[in-house]
């Protein structure tokens, strides 16, 4: 069993800065060879994907709303996921959980940004942004 774990999460006013990690244990768990990403979801609306990567292929797919503000990475040596998050706005506001997947070839399509391609998740941490 593999279990993703959020945190960095807070509450910031418009304009600041967050970084979320993601660390994940388990067996055969690799950050390296799967594919991971972060996705949120505000209250009464359904989860998003917010950025994805396969670090193997150096490929990273981003949503439209969060491209030059958020940034993906990881540490392969640490298998740790993060999210970079500046200029944040109140519509960032959500909980932030992130997900993995073995089957990393699902996610060199669109696929990467929707919740069924992913097999693991994280309980989520709470970013919120106020005006």
């Known amino acids: 069993l593999v279990q993703p774990v959020e945190s960095g999460g807070g509450a910031v006013q418009a304009g600041g800065s967050l970084i979320l990690s993601c660390t994940a244990s388990?067996?055969?768990?690799?950050?390296?060879?799967?594919?991971m990403g972060w996705f949120r979801q505000a209250p009464a609306k359904e989860r998003a994907g917010v950025a994805t990567?396969?670090?193997?292929?150096?490929?990273?797919r981003s949503a439209s709303s969060v491209k030059g503000r958020f940034t993906i990475s990881s540490d392969s040596a640490k298998n740790t996921l993060y999210l970079q998050m500046n200029s944040l706005q109140p519509e960032d506001t959500a909980m932030y959980y992130c997900?993995?997947?073995?089957?990393?070839?699902?996610?060199?399509?669109?696929?990467?940004?929707?919740?069924?391609?992913?097999?693991?998740w994280g309980q989520g941490t709470q970013v919120t942004v106020s005006s």
């Open positions: 990567m396969i670090p193997r292929l150096g490929s990273i």
């Open positions: 997900a993995a997947t073995p089957t990393w070839t699902r996610c060199v399509s669109s696929d990467s940004v929707l919740t069924s391609t992913y097999n693991y």
């Open positions: 388990g067996n055969n768990f690799d950050s390296s060879t799967w594919c």
